[in-house]
T-cell receptor, first 116, second 112 residues
Framework: GAVVSQHPSRVICKSGTSVKIECRSL??????MFWYRQFPKQSLMLMAT?????????EQGVEKDKFLINHASLTLSTLTVTSAHPEDSSFYIC????????????FGEGSWLTVV | QQQVKQSPQSLIVQKGGIPIINCAYE??????FPWYQQFPGKGPALLIA?????SEKKEGRFTISFNKSAKQFSLHIMDSQPGDSATYFC???????????FGQGTRLTINP
């Protein structure tokens, strides 16, 4: 079964509003989580690395004020898309590093965001 | 230096055939090489992973071959089935770097 869960799986929001996506590690504590964006038929684009209790590290070109990431606990990271616009419509996927085997990374089921 | 190059971009194989997907990297610090399978509208699922201390790893019908000197690794799917039709991504990371570097993906179709 899934070890990383995302919610919601699909969300539609109006342009100008904000939307929050949650990522939870279900049976382990994840000190590090990652947020990706994926366009149709393309590879995964890393947006940011989220470390529990500290600020996220954003990849070059990703607007940190637009994509707010919070990793307040060892099992939950959130991505908030602020002042969403239609061009923010995409598939957002989180992943979490499972401790004990430091390089095993599990992905969530993804969240489809449509901004209308 | 951070790139992982994956080929082919798409692949069509008859049921029972052995599709092979290849990846190449430049960064010699990479020491972890996973493969992920992604179905449309779903997140990637970890299939199998290998470290440079072995040249081959097999899990069920999936086999990774690793060539450290050539800096290449590949995924073989034995006795392929239509249900294996998906997009496959190779990736690489190095100890301490945390993040994965992904290949471009291969869209695999297994015809019945």
């Amino acid at each position: 079964g899934a070890v990383v869960s995302q919610h919601p799986s699909r969300v539609i929001c109006k342009s100008g509003t904000s939307v929050k996506i949650e990522c939870r590690s279900l049976d382990f504590q994840a000190t590090t989580m990652f947020w990706y964006r994926q366009f149709p038929k393309q590879s995964l684009m890393l947006m940011a690395t989220s470390n529990e209790g500290s600020k996220a590290t954003y990849e070059q070109g990703v607007e940190k004020d637009k994509f707010l990431i919070n990793h307040a606990s060892l099992t939950l990271s959130t991505l908030t898309v602020t002042s969403a616009h239609p061009e923010d419509s995409s598939f957002y996927i989180c992943s979490a590093r499972r401790p004990g085997n430091s390089d095993t990374i599990y992905f969530g089921e993804g969240s489809w965001l449509t901004v209308v | 230096q951070q790139q992982v190059k994956q080929s082919p971009q798409s692949l069509i194989v008859q049921k029972g055939g052995i599709p092979i997907i290849n990846c190449a990297y430049e960064n010699t610090a990479f020491d972890y090489f996973p493969w992920y399978q992604q179905f449309p509208g779903k997140g990637p699922a970890l299939l199998i992973a290998i470290r440079p201390d072995v040249s081959e790893k097999k899990e069920g019908r999936f086999t990774i071959s690793f060539n450290k000197s050539a800096k290449q690794f590949s995924l073989h799917i034995m006795d392929s089935q239509p249900g294996d039709s998906a997009t496959y991504f190779c990736a690489a990371s190095s100890t301490g770097a945390q993040k994965l570097v992904f290949g471009q993906g291969t869209r695999l179709t297994i015809n019945p």
